[in-house]
């Protein structure tokens, strides 16, 4: 099978033309910053932050109902009781492993 | 043929994965035992533990590990890791997630327990899922990492047999206003407990400091955690609201944590006088039992939450990512003390991905130092500062895993990181 040299030139253009395809996908998967799962998700959370209908906690009418009907204020008496807790010191488990040497 | 010890012994030789089926299953690539503990022990039983036949002794978990138990206190090189005991870990599961080889393995779940409950006709079963649980579980089925599901997921709730659910988002939001508010008292000298207030969001910086740092309890804010809340309130007003008998309500709470399993069984949550949250569930196990129920994730219907406790803001949705609790109280504390709207609602600085991250806002003339720690390495300079009394701040979140909730130690894992799967 004989080539001329007019095909010859035809297939270094389109040779070419890909060649200058593929380059530039390359040059455009290099230059897309990588972002991690960390980053993806807190993008995500922010985005979705800023399509929600309130953004402020005290906005929320779920809120103001359950004040009104049920604690009547922030930091009430059935609120302390619901709302609020106390917490346990467990230093004496942590030395105790230090003397056994664990830790 | 008779079960003998013998017999037994002679399957478990033949059938390795036949005893190892029975006690463990795998959700998302990690082994999760079927071990529910009662109430009583549940300080004394581990909640992580490295499976020693696959620890490749990488050290990921050694690096990552905020206490140092994973290590122990002869560190040689070539020895395995392993939880050397409950008391000084935390529960974070840091480890879980950053293992390459998917070595270690939850030891408690109530999959079994949840099941149980929505086949029991009596009770009333009620799903509370947290804010970073809607951000991660897509990806279990095919979506972008960050990408919002919540209505799918509520749809895969209410086809997994849960009866009601009620948004962890709105407990989000309550805790906002009380913490809010306990911090406004404390500057004003209303409740008389010291400054910097840290947040009590975090199960595992409250067992952090329960166990390593007792003299900073004061420090604490003496609210619930949001799902310590939202149990309460679910077994009280809820109830109410439902005509339902509390004692006939079984509250399940969704989460991205490990931690929030030692949180759930602690003896301080049972204010509506039962225990307020009944299980715990991360958002691997949720994904496993939509996976086992064969529930078409992608295709379903987007719903919403129940009402009454149902209806969230923006700020309870950002309670998922480190910073998230401190610019939702920013907010709130803004309007609170001066009385005017706040326009603009983003707070840049407490954004971000350093391991801490400062502030100061001014408030009628009033100037606010706040700080956001991100893992619970990076929190040692402010632990110090405030031990010594001498922390410029008034409000201190920590959140134990880097980046906050969605990087917790339940969600799914991270493919880039893993060898397995």
Redesign the interface.
């Given at each position: 099978m004989k080539s001329s040299r007019k095909d010859f030139l035809f297939y270094i253009i389109i040779f070419f033309g890909y060649f200058a395809l593929i380059l530039s996908k390359i040059k455009h998967l290099l230059a897309m910053p990588y972002k991690?799962?960390?980053?993806?998700?807190?993008?995500?959370?922010?985005?979705?932050?800023?399509k929600?209908?309130?953004?402020?906690?005290?906005?929320?009418?779920?809120?103001k109902t359950?004040y009104k009907?049920?604690l009547e204020y922030?930091?009430s008496h059935r609120?302390h009781?619901?709302?609020?807790?106390?917490?346990?010191?467990?230093?004496s488990?942590?030395l105790s492993?230090k003397k056994k040497?664990?830790? | 043929m008779f079960i003998t010890r013998k017999n037994l012994l002679k399957t478990s030789i033949l059938f390795p994965f036949l005893i190892s089926c029975n006690k463990y299953s795998k959700t998302e690539g990690i082994y999760v035992s079927n071990n529910v503990p009662n109430n009583n022990e549940y300080?004394q039983i581990y909640y992580l533990q490295v499976n020693q036949s696959k620890c490749h002794v990488c050290h990921s978990c050694a690096e990552v590990c905020p206490?140092?138990?994973i290590n122990?206190?002869d560190k040689t090189p070539n020895t395995k890791h392993t939880i050397?005991?409950y008391?000084?870990c935390v529960n974070c599961g840091q480890c879980l997630v950053n293992c390459p080889y998917g070595a270690i393995q939850e030891e408690v779940s109530f999959i079994r327990d949840i099941e149980k409950a929505i086949n029991d006709k009596n009770k009333t079963v009620v799903a509370m899922p947290a804010p970073?649980v809607r951000?991660?579980i897509g990806e279990a089925f095919g979506y972008?990492?960050?990408?919002?599901t919540a209505g799918k997921m509520f749809s895969a709730l209410r086809e997994l047999g849960f009866d009601i659910i009620w948004d962890n988002e709105?407990a989000?939001?309550?805790t906002?206003?009380?913490e809010g508010?306990?911090l406004i008292?404390r500057i004003t000298g209303k409740i008389n407990k010291p400054l910097p207030q840290f947040t009590s969001c975090c199960p595992a910086w409250?067992?952090y400091?329960?166990?390593?740092?007792?003299e900073l309890?004061p420090h604490?804010s003496?609210?619930?955690s949001p799902i310590?809340?939202l149990g309460?309130?679910a077994k009280?007003?809820g109830a109410k609201k439902i005509n339902k008998n509390p004692q006939n309500i079984y509250t399940v709470s969704i989460m991205p944590c490990i931690a929030k399993k030692f949180e759930g069984l602690k003896p301080?949550?049972s204010?509506?006088r039962y225990r307020d949250i009944d299980a715990t569930i991360n958002t691997r196990e949720l994904a496993y039992m939509i996976k086992k129920a064969k529930i078409d994730y992608k295709n379903l219907n987007d719903t919403e939450a129940d009402?009454?406790?149902?209806?969230?803001?923006?700020?309870?949705?950002?309670f998922?990512?480190?910073g998230?609790v401190m610019e939702?109280a920013l907010?709130?504390a803004y309007?609170?003390v001066s009385g005017k709207i706040?326009h603009t609602?983003e707070f840049e600085s407490v954004?971000g991905?350093k391991g801490i991250r400062e502030a100061s806002v001014k408030i009628n003339g009033h100037v606010l130092n706040v700080c956001v720690v991100s893992g619970l390495k990076n929190a040692q300079p402010i632990i110090e500062m405030a031990t010594k009394g001498n922390s410029k701040y008034h409000f201190i979140e920590v959140m134990t895993c880097?980046?906050?909730c969605?990087?917790g130690g339940g969600q799914p894992l991270?493919p880039?990181n893993s060898f397995i799967l």
């Open positions: 991690s799962l960390k980053q993806k998700r807190s993008e995500g959370v922010y985005y979705f932050d800023k929600m209908k309130f953004r402020k906690s005290q906005d929320n009418p779920a809120i359950l009907e049920f922030p930091l609120s009781e619901l709302l609020h807790t106390h917490y346990v010191n467990r230093s488990r942590v492993l040497n664990i830790i | 300080d206490t140092g138990i122990g206190k050397h005991h008391d000084a970073a951000y991660a972008e990492p960050g990408f919002n709105f989000a939001d309550l906002v206003i009380e508010t306990e008292h409250i067992k400091i329960e166990s390593f740092h007792p309890i604490l003496t609210c619930k310590g809340m309460a309130l009280t007003y301080e949550l204010s509506s009402p009454f406790l149902g209806i969230s803001t923006g700020a309870a949705t950002i998922g990512v480190s998230g939702a907010r709130f309007e609170a706040l609602v954004r991905e880097p980046g906050g969605i990087n991270d880039d």
